[in-house]
Nanobody, 126 residues
Framework: QVQLVESGGGLVQAGGSLRLSCAAS????????MGWFRQAPGKEREFVAA????????YYTDSVKGRFTISRDNAKNTMYLQMNTLKPEDTAVYYC???????????????????WGQGTQVTVAS
């Protein structure tokens, strides 16, 4: 199993930047592919970005392409989400998630992941 803890959320003005971190403990971090999801008030949790076990492949939802960058440092057991040019519609609780690197499930759906963090709030003021 793996335990996930997000950090780095906060309040930022539109156009600003934040970097989220997801620290993992438990089994070897490189055993897992990772993802970021977000949930805005009154909305379903949605996919944001994902990264494979090595960091060699990344995936993004269209609304964040060119603004967000997902990365990981396996030596530090940590995944990151660099968020630039933030918009009010990016306001949400952001969750990190993990699944086995050998899983064939989709990166883009919640059911593709087995482990979840508690979330960190990101608020973008207009």
């Amino acid at each position: 199993q793996v335990q996930l803890v997000e950090s780095g959320g906060g309040l930022v003005q539109a156009g600003g930047s934040l970097r989220l971190s997801c620290a993992a403990s438990g089994r070897t971090f490189s055993s897992y592919a990772m993802g970021w999801f977000r949930q805005a008030p009154g909305k379903e949790r949605e996919f944001v970005a994902a990264i494979n076990y090595s960091g060699g492949s990344t995936y993004y939802t269209d609304s964040v392409k060119g603004r967000f960058t997902i990365s990981r440092d396996n030596a530090k057991n940590t995944m990151y989400l660099q968020m630039n040019t933030l918009k009010p519609e990016d306001t949400a609780v952001y969750y990190c998630a993990a699944r086995s690197r050998y899983s064939a499930r989709s990166y883009y759906t919640q059911t593709g992941y087995d482990y979840w963090g508690q979330g960190t709030q990101v608020t973008v003021a207009s």
